[in-house]
């Protein structure tokens, strides 16, 4: 069984920054990918980005330039960085993971990018 918890959410105003974390724990497993989602009210959850174990990461084309995905494969973390953020950003965000046991998801961690 694999745990992923976020954290590092909150309330910015527009072209503010955030760091989302995301720490993976268990054991018996080896991780693949890593990356994240989110989902706006309303909304279906869409792909944010995504790295692998190599160090290839990939962005959604809203996000490029903007955010900044990375790893740590000893730690089993990713972090996502946010910079400037706007408003139609704001959603909840969640951890994804690919893993040699079955894929994982996080509880999620609210972002919102208001005045």
């Known amino acids: 069984q694999v745990q992923l918890v976020e954290s590092g959410g909150g309330l910015v105003q527009p072209g503010g920054s955030l760091r989302l974390s995301c720490a993976a724990s268990?054991?018996?497993?080896?991780?693949?990918?890593m990356g994240w989602y989110r989902q706006a009210p309303g909304k279906q959850r869409e792909w944010v980005a995504t790295v692998f174990d190599v160090g290839t990461t990939y962005y959604t084309g809203s996000v490029k330039g903007r955010f900044t995905i990375s790893r740590d494969n000893a730690k089993n973390t990713v972090s996502l960085q946010m910079n400037s953020l706007k408003p139609e950003d704001t959603a909840v965000y969640y951890c994804?993971?690919?893993?040699?046991?079955?894929?994982?998801w996080g509880q999620g961690t609210q972002v919102t990018v208001s005045s």
């Open positions: 994804n993971s690919g893993t040699s046991v079955g894929e994982y």
């Open positions: 268990g054991s018996g497993f080896s991780i693949s990918r």
